[in-house]
């Protein structure tokens, strides 16, 4: 490379949201990477927070982990506490990544919504809403104090263009696509951005042989034939993009949400 690294994050904290495997995991050692201070790696899980910041520290980049639940603002706002008190300074680097079906599920076909059972929706909303938006909550005042601050919230094309029998996961995404545009507009003149990457399928990460059994079987092709780049995603393809709209190379963009989905959906 020639020159500095256009996306040096300049030592600002970072703090990661369901960054105990998958796509959290690989943004949080891409952040660390590109000189973030520190990353605060959460997981609901202690133990998945804990071996990930373990891999970044060793990389020699300060980390600490902070599990907690984003539906539970209490323990979401000791998270950040934790975080500015170890780095000594606040959260400017804010990924609201943790989302599926909550802590303890994962996401799978529902019934037709009208055959779905009320008491089920909560759980989807209150990890990809109402979690997204403590975390911000207990961010954005830091941010504001720093005067600036970068907000990436992970959202799917479930909530773009809608997905049947997900009726209640696209709902609680499309809110968090929406609440991520006025928080953009609430916080731009204070030197933040706010801003989503929608996702469509990304592969969990397995060894090679797994993952082309996978992508080979009738169920992987069909699937994969909806996409216009034929593969499907993998959790370095959302890094990327985190990483991007993180750093500076990014500070006139805001309010937007950026499909990283191999063209499954042109829609806006």
Known sequence: MIGEDPLDLGGQVALVTGAGQSVG?????????????????????????????????????????????????????AG???????????????????????????????????QTDPG????????????????????????IEAGKGRIVTIVSDAGRVGEPRLAAY????????????????ETGRYGITSNAIALSAIL??????????????????????RYVIRRFGRPTDVAGMALYLCSDAA?????QTIPVDGGYAFAV
Not at 174 to 185: D, E, M, P, Q
Not at 204 to 225: C, I, L, N, T, W
């Open 80 to 114: 950040f506490a934790t975080a500015a008190e170890t780095f000594g300074k606040p959260v400017s680097l804010l990924v609201n990544n943790a989302g599926n079906a909550g802590p303890n599920a994962q996401i799978g076909l529902s019934p037709e919504f009208w």
């Open 170 to 185: 696209s709902a609680a995404k499309a809110g968090a696509s929406g609440f991520v545009r006025a928080l953009a507009k």
């Open 251 to 255: 500070s006139f963009i805001t309010g």
């Open 120 to 143: 089920e929706w909560d759980r989807y909303f209150r990890t990809n809403t109402f979690g997204v938006m403590n975390c911000c909550h207990a961010a954005v005042p830091g941010m």
């Open 25 to 77: 995991r690989e943004i949080a050692l891409t952040l660390a990477r590109h000189n973030a201070g520190g990353v605060a790696v959460n997981d609901y899980v202690l133990e998945r927070a804990t071996a990930v910041a373990a891999e970044i520290e060793a990389m020699g980049v300060r980390a600490v982990p902070v599990a907690f639940d984003v539906g539970d603002i209490a323990a979401v706002r």
């Open 204 to 225: 969990p990460q397995m060894d090679p042989a797994k993952e082309q059994e996978f992508e080979q079987s009738e169920h992987g092709k069909r699937q994969v034939s």
